[in-house]
Nanobody
Framework: QLQACGGGSVQTGGSLNLSCAIS????????VAWFRQAPGKDREFVSA????????YYTDSVKGRFTMFRDNSENTVYLRINSLKPEDTAVYYC?????????????????????WGQGTLVTVSS
């Protein structure tokens, strides 16, 4: 089970820390990703990290602003979001898979990820 939280309303340029708590099995069993879905748009990939976070991937629009990290001792994955823009407004979802994450694993496709949290809303005002 995944539980995401940390969303909120911020102004352009602000920061947020999203977290995703993983329960049921140790988080080290899973690669984890963040996706987001803006109103009226499809769900899109944001970032992913392998089980030990030695591999991380980000979509181009968030590189340099978003940082994903994980604490397997706490079974929690985090997404640090800096320099927020209005176009970052979306519901952010964490997702997990027991499959191995690598560059050719199709990690940016929602269908690869088997487990999903309920989402947390991020609203950025200009």
């Amino acid at each position: 089970q995944l539980q995401a939280c940390g969303g909120g309303s911020v102004q352009t340029g602000g920061s947020l820390n999203l977290s995703c708590a993983i329960s049921g099995r140790p988080s080290s069993n899973y690669a984890v990703a963040w996706f987001r879905q803006a109103p009226g748009k499809d769900r899109e990939f944001v970032s992913a990290a392998s089980r030990t976070a030695h591999l991380k991937y980000y979509t181009d629009s968030v590189k340099g602003r978003f940082t994903m990290f994980r604490d397997n001792s706490e079974n929690t994955v985090y997404l640090r979001i800096n320099s927020l823009k209005p176009e970052d407004t979306a519901v952010y979802y964490c997702a997990a898979t027991s499959r191995t994450l690598w560059s050719g694993s199709g990690y940016n496709s929602a269908g690869v990820w088997h487990y999903w949290g309920q989402g947390t809303l991020v609203t950025v005002s200009s």
